[in-house]
């Protein structure tokens, strides 16, 4: 079974640019997470999705930051215009419906800003 | 707060030896997950703790769980060079379906 594919595994960017990050969760899951980390940290959620709805963008910085998940597959997570502070490691995460928590995670994308 | 806070932050040890992290936490449970983190790659789950359990064996992994006490431990036998890595726990309360991580404790295996 494949895992969860996340891309581009690397990005690099000027400030002000545009990015965005691609997510495809395992098949059949329907529950997809975006995950933020900073360096030495634990990863930060900032989006939930149920199929296609999100249910908890509470910690999405929404005047920059957006997210699709049209069909309730794939996901897509962009930055407009993208800030210094935003570089990091963006991780994708799914999971069988609410189950018991256990999440399945991506290799991530990492964003460098300069 | 629901976040696990992992202890200690790193911790290294020789190939061999056994390994604890710790893990304490704020809220009640549904479950408590641990994940590991290699260098520069994504989380991989490694085992998962209902609230009404006390001790799970994977493998070299034992992890406990002290309701009681809001804590964890996960204790990993004969460590492996391969297990160096970053280790968190992730408390579950099932309400909001979020897990939170903490900082991880930074596991180094010397050969």
């Known amino acids: 079974e494949a895992g969860v594919v996340q891309s581009p595994r690397y990005k690099i960017i000027e400030k002000k640019q545009p990015v965005a990050f691609w997510c495809n969760p395992i098949s059949g899951h329907n529950t997809l997470y975006w995950y933020l980390q900073n360096l030495g940290q634990g990863p930060e959620l900032l989006i939930r999705?149920?199929?296609?709805?999100?249910?908890?963008d509470s910690q999405l910085p929404k005047d920059r930051f957006s997210a699709e998940r049209l069909k309730g597959v794939d996901s897509t997570l962009k930055i407009q215009p993208a800030e210094l502070g935003d570089s990091a490691v963006y991780l994708c995460?799914?999971?069988?419906?609410?189950?018991?928590?256990?999440?399945?995670f991506g290799p991530g994308t990492r964003l460098t800003v300069l | 707060s629901q976040q696990g806070e992992e202890d200690p932050q790193a911790l290294s040890i020789q190939e061999g030896e056994n390994a604890t992290m710790n893990c304490s936490y704020k809220?009640?449970?549904?479950?408590l997950q641990w994940y590991r983190q290699n260098s520069g790659r994504g989380l991989v789950h490694l085992i998962l703790i209902r609230s009404n359990e006390r001790e799970k064996h994977s493998g070299r992994l034992r992890v406990t769980l002290d309701t009681s006490k809001k804590s964890s431990s996960l204790l990993i036998t004969a460590s492996r060079a391969a297990d160096t890595a970053s280790y968190f726990c992730?408390?579950?309360?099932?309400?909001?379906?979020?897990?939170?991580f903490g900082k991880g404790t930074l596991l180094t295996v010397n050969p």
């Open positions: 995460a799914s999971s069988l419906g609410r189950g018991l928590g256990e999440q399945f």
């Open positions: 999705y149920e199929n296609e709805e999100a249910v908890d």
């Open positions: 992730a408390p579950w309360a099932g309400s909001n379906y979020k897990l939170t």
């Open positions: 809220t009640s449970i549904n479950n």
